[in-house]
């Protein structure tokens, strides 16, 4: 699910499922120092993906417009307790959100006392964060940047967040996962705020009914065929949405790839919240949950994954108060 997307309908059909292209191969990178070339070690194939992705997002974000500045002007904020609660004091902190698109998120962490850079790979959507960032009078450097490719100054970082429907647009997790971490300071962390990707794979088609449409264990297999409840606000619901190309990752991949990079997991937990599979019935609450918690935590590393979204909190280097 693409980031800050709304709920999907209760009732949504599956779109037929053709054939996935093949698996793409990802680099070896444990202890590679990414700072200085990292898309010299991405397949070529998913910088194609990442840029077809970057035309699309451009296309539909004039419409999605987010919170208004005045909302933040006067001390609103876009998170939720259980993300702040698993960042823990941001207060004078370096914050870097990955995937900020029209910067909610970053404006509300800069609320919070932080020094808040936000990165996003559409210069349509890091447009309207400036101007918000600029119309609500709160300080935040947004910048237009590829997640695996970063502006090489941003380094020693205190906290790397990620917000719901980040994770799926990873083409490569082993990459990415070294990148983020090599960017933390000794002590830092990783906040991932996300659906679980089992939202990704099924998809309700009426009261108590529903379809797998894709494979839950695809990894690698981009995933060009998204139904319409779980395109983004612009593309859903019209009647030719552009092209998007996602992944899906099960949480033992994304937890996998973040200890390969030198973080360590002290914690994960799920809880359901039924909303998001509308017309469902009861059942719904036997599902993890796009937006219900799964945690991961991590000490060195910690990771939150909440209502089925995820709230990864990874803290690099000695183990230390979070």
């Known amino acids: 699910m693409p980031p800050n997307a709304d709920p999907p309908p209760p009732h949504a059909s599956a779109d037929a499922v053709p054939s996935e292209p093949a ?17 010299d070690l991405v397949d070529p194939r998913l910088r194609d993906i990442t840029a077809a992705n970057r035309a699309s997002w451009n296309s539909i974000h004039g419409e999605r417009l987010g919170r208004p500045a005045a909302f933040f002007a006067e001390g609103g904020s876009a ?34 006392g932080a020094s808040v850079t936000g990165v996003d790979i559409s210069e349509v959507a890091i447009d309207l964060a400036r101007t918000k960032s600029s119309e609500a009078g709160i ?26 429907g980040a994770i799926c647009w990873v083409p490569d997790l082993t990459t990415w996962a070294t990148i983020i971490a090599d960017r933390l300071r000794p002590g830092g962390s990783i906040l991932l705020a996300d659906h679980h990707p089992i939202w990704e794979v099924v998809t309700v088609t009426g009261p108590n009914t529903v379809t797998v449409t894709t494979d839950y264990f695809g990894r690698t297999a981009p995933r060009s065929t998204i139904d319409n409840a779980k395109l983004p606000t612009g593309a859903r619901d019209t009647p ?18 973040l200890l390969t990079a030198g973080l360590h997991l002290t914690h994960f937990a799920e809880s359901p919240v039924a909303d998001m599979y509308g017309g ?8 993890p949950h796009p937006r219900d918690p799964q945690c991961f935590t991590w000490n060195h590393a910690a990771c939150h994954q909440v209502v089925l979204s995820t709230y990864l909190r990874d803290s690099r280097g000695a183990d230390i108060p979070l």
């Open 23 to 39: 698996p793409l191969e990802t680099a070896a990178l444990a202890g590679t120092d990414l700072r200085s070339a990292p898309q």
């Open 79 to 112: 998170l939720s307790p259980e993300e702040v609660e698993a960042a823990g004091d941001v207060a004078g902190r370096r914050v870097l959100q990955l995937a900020c698109s029209c910067g909610d998120e970053a404006l509300s962490w800069a609320n919070l």
């Open 139 to 164: 300080p935040v450097d947004f910048r237009r940047a590829d997640m695996l490719d970063l502006p090489a100054d941003l380094t020693d970082l205190d906290l790397i967040y990620l917000s719901w």
């Open 240 to 257: 030719t949405p552009p092209p998007f190309t996602a992944f899906v990752w099960p949480p033992s991949d994304i937890i996998t790839a």
């Open 280 to 287: 469902l019935g009861p059942s719904a609450a036997h599902l």
